[in-house]
């Protein structure tokens, strides 16, 4: 249960925690208590290594330190509880609860180090005259004590002692929130619509849990995820791709007109007649053309002794028809057929383009193209990803996010991230010493990763 769905709490619903605790002393799951447990799990990295196949390595170095976070099952635990959370240490795994254990004197013995560490008494003088100072002059009394004579205790032990960098302020926030509210979340507002509940009050403000991202902001880092992971994809997998192919889907509509240009063909082309879709705009109806196609297609290379490799991407046109690019390899040149001279006129250019065509592809225009210029295909593949989403509106966008945005054979070579990483003291001596004494080692491979593979 969470604080700010039961205003009415009483004692009575509230569990002690265990009495030898000293820096978990509160049964509400606060965001000191979230941002110290988190920062357990950062792990300093000092390069990076993407290795895409034997084609393209790149190594990142950097200046200074940056971190990241072991993305283990007790990590999600604690960034998945939610700040206001009653009796939150009951609610825990086992695995997580001994994690507290351990961590309750590392957190506290940290505080009174530097508490106590005469060295250190000068500098936490000055900060604490300067943050008490700033927040009379800013009127910051979301970080000031009832009287405004000195600074909350949990602002001393956070931001003074610990050096943790100041929150955005209660009304810097408040300001943020509401146009977040008003531009995408009217439930976040009170039942006027003029201001913000007390409950969104409750929860983000003096619980101070984070503003939601806008979907504009998530539809951005989809786009750039995407976007990388294709051409990290074909990179990894360039000595393979020999040809660009298009595949379209033919318009019933115009299905009289297709047969009268193939009826009156010349003798010498092929006789092409197509698998007319319901719609070609229907997702759900063309991935499935495209999936048998691609079986078919597969299934016919394996009796000739050969592997079908393919990445491609669906793109929507202006009017909402889908069609499939992918970077494939090369096909045997009796899975093709020359496109005929009525459906292959190039009118830019006033002639016959002679292009190849792929006989299993019944259900339109295919289209292949000899990859010269591997690192422009590249681009232009994920391009074709880029035009399908940027002009979108936020509905349009999510019921396009639910679809798969890219599609790969699985004997591909998959891009692989190597990290050279830094293991504090604390890290080591949580994870690889008394962990792993308490659990077996089944359980600990699933939580945490082995030392010896970053040696």
Same mark, same amino acid.
């Given at each position: 249960m969470l604080l700010h769905e039961s205003l009415?709490?009483?004692s009575k619903d509230i569990v002690n925690l265990p009495k030898h605790f000293k820096f978990f002393k509160n049964e509400i799951w606060t965001?000191?208590?979230?941002?110290?447990?988190?920062?357990?799990?950062?792990?300093?990295?000092?390069?990076?290594k993407r290795m895409l196949g034997d084609n393209f390595v790149e190594l990142i170095q950097y200046d200074k330190p940056i971190y990241q976070y072991d993305n283990n099952t007790l990590y999600r635990e604690f960034k998945t509880l939610e700040v206001g959370t009653i009796n939150w240490y009951n609610q825990l795994t086992s695995q997580a609860r001994y994690f507290i254990r351990n961590i309750d004197d590392i957190l506290f013995n940290r505080l009174y180090n530097r508490l106590y560490n005469h060295d250190y008494l000068e500098y936490i003088e000055e900060r604490y005259n300067r943050l008490y100072d700033y927040a009379v002059n800013n009127e910051k009394y979301d970080l000031l004590s009832e009287d405004l004579t000195s600074l909350k205790e949990d602002v001393f032990e956070n931001n003074v002692v610990l050096g943790e960098n100041i929150k955005i302020g209660y009304y810097g926030k408040y300001k943020r929130l509401l146009e977040y509210a008003f531009n995408h979340d009217e439930s976040l507002l009170n039942e006027d619509k003029t201001d913000l509940s007390d409950e969104t009050i409750l929860k983000y403000l003096l619980l101070d849990e984070s503003i939601p991202t806008p979907t504009v902001d998530k539809i951005r880092r989809s786009c750039s995820r995407? +976007?990388?992971? @294709?051409?990290?994809?074909?990179?990894?997998? !360039?000595?393979?791709f020999k040809m660009f192919v298009t595949l379209t889907f033919a318009e019933y509509e115009q299905k009289d007109l297709h047969l009268h240009y193939n009826d009156t063909r010349d003798t010498s082309d092929c006789n092409l007649k197509f698998i007319?879709?319901?719609?070609?705009?229907?997702?759900?109806e063309c991935i499935k053309k495209f999936t048998s196609f691609k079986d078919n297609l597969k299934k016919k290379m394996k009796k000739k002794?050969?592997?079908?490799?393919?990445?491609?991407?669906?793109? +929507?046109?202006? @009017?909402?028809?889908?069609?499939?690019?992918? !970077?494939?390899?090369e096909l045997p040149s009796e899975f093709l057929y020359e496109i005929p001279s009525w459906l292959d006129y190039d009118y830019e250019i006033n002639e016959r383009r002679y292009g190849k065509g792929i006989k299993i592809w019944?259900?339109?225009?295919?289209?292949?193209?000899?990859?010269?210029d591997k690192d422009r295909v590249i681009t232009y593949l994920a391009g074709y990803l880029m035009k399908s989403i940027k002009n979108l509106s936020e509905t349009e966008y999510l019921d396009r996010l639910n679809k798969q945005r890219y599609y790969n054979s699985q004997n591909l070579i998959k891009p692989e991230v190597k990290i050279n990483e830094d293991f504090t003291e604390e890290y080591n001596e949580i994870y690889y010493t008394t962990y792993q004494n308490v659990f077996n080692q089944s359980q600990t491979d699933k939580i945490v990763f082995s030392l010896h593979e970053n040696n």
């Open positions: 009415t709490t009483t965001s000191n208590y979230k941002s110290a447990v988190v920062q357990m799990f950062r792990i300093k990295i000092k390069s990076k995407s +976007y990388e992971y @294709i051409i990290d994809y074909a990179r990894c997998n !360039l000595d393979k007319y879709v319901k719609d070609p705009k229907d997702y759900e002794g050969l592997d079908l490799y393919y990445l491609g991407v669906p793109e +929507y046109q202006t @009017i909402g028809n889908i069609h499939f690019h992918l !970077l494939m390899n019944k259900y339109g225009k295919s289209d292949i193209e000899e990859i010269k």
